[in-house]
């Protein structure tokens, strides 16, 4: 691994950075000007990385050389992403130090690994043309998935400030994303609502024999936001100057949360480990929002 730094010393990368993965793409480029912006608010250094997606080897009627050359051109792309995003982030974040690596091997396990120690690795939603637009990028997806430290997806950032920031709900047991968006709500000087949505699965449905009763709902929703109501007491209490609120739907979480990403400069979403349970939500509002998205690890056990 080889590094290009900028605007500092390398001594000066003792404390936890905030990681940004770029490409050399508009995504890309978007969310590094978040990091950078998101490092000054954290007083982090900003460490800028990016892979070569080199080609398997060429055989048969290829020689050698025509192998290298293409290998270089992906090596020089990457090393002009590097320094595009460096500059960019320059001008995002004056004075911020900045430290530029180059990573090897597979782009999604390279920035994925590129994430540990981190305060928390940016990616940009990859796509090309309207329809491509609308699905995530496959690096993007395996960091927000499988990183160990918070991955924040940015996507259609407007610029505008809302001063609110969203947090999914959905293990009332957890904590880890509400750690996280409370920080962030307080970095920020903004509100935060809570959202807790909950429906009956089709399986679950069939079960019952029949949906709810429009008394069973109301008494279903008044006991889950009093719950939700006493988790957010606690932080509150360790928050003082964070406005609180908070939200219970009924309807899909993934729809609930994309549309809650509309109006937050910031949605936060817990996961699970990797492999460990449904990630259909997670992916639902990764695909759909309309800004950045971050998904935040559990906290481990034990």
């Known amino acids: 691994m080889m590094s290009m730094t900028h605007n500092g010393e390398e001594a000066g990368m003792s404390a936890k ?35 070569a997606a080199l080609l398997p080897r060429m055989i048969g009627g290829h020689a050698m050389s025509d192998y290298e050359t293409v290998s270089d051109t992906i090596r020089q792309h990457r090393d002009e992403a590097l320094a595009a995003a460096a500059q ?18 597979a782009p999604a396990e390279a920035v994925t690994e590129a994430g540990s120690g981190a305060l928390m690795l940016v ?35 407007t610029g505008a400030a809302h001063r609110q920031v969203g947090v999914g709900v959905g293990d009332l047991e957890n ?65 003082p100057d964070v406005p ?13 949360l ?11 979403l817990g996961r699970r480990a990797a492999h460990h349970g449904p990630a259909s939500v997670l992916h639902a509002v990764l695909n759909h929002a309309h800004g950045p998205v971050v998904t935040v690890p559990s906290a481990p056990e034990g």
């Open 123 to 157: 990616v940009g939603s990859r796509g090309n043309g309207a329809f491509a637009a609308m699905i995530l990028g496959s690096v993007s997806r395996y960091a927000a998935t499988h990183a160990a430290c918070p991955v924040v997806v940015v996507r259609e950032e």
């Open 244 to 256: 609180v609120s908070q939200d219970v739907v009924h309807g899909h979480p993934g729809r609930a």
């Open 175 to 239: 904590s880890a994303s509400l750690t996280f968006a409370f920080e962030e709500a307080a970095l920020r000087k903004a509100s935060l609502i809570a959202l807790h949505s909950w429906h009956l699965p089709d399986s679950d449905i069939s079960r019952a024999g029949s949906i709810f009763t429009e008394p069973e709902r109301y008494v279903a929703e008044t006991e889950t936001a009093k719950r939700l109501e006493q988790l957010l007491d606690n932080w509150r209490t360790k928050y």
């Open 88 to 105: 960019r982030a320059t001008q995002a974040a004056p004075g911020l130090l900045i430290d530029a690596d180059r990573l090897d091997g």
């Open 258 to 268: 994309a549309g809650l990403s509309a109006r937050a400069d910031l949605v936060v």
């Open 17 to 51: 950075p905030i990681v940004a993965a770029t490409d050399g793409s508009d995504e890309s480029l978007r969310a590094v000007d978040w990091a950078a912006r998101e490092a000054v608010l954290h007083g982090a250094p900003l460490r800028i990385v990016s892979a």
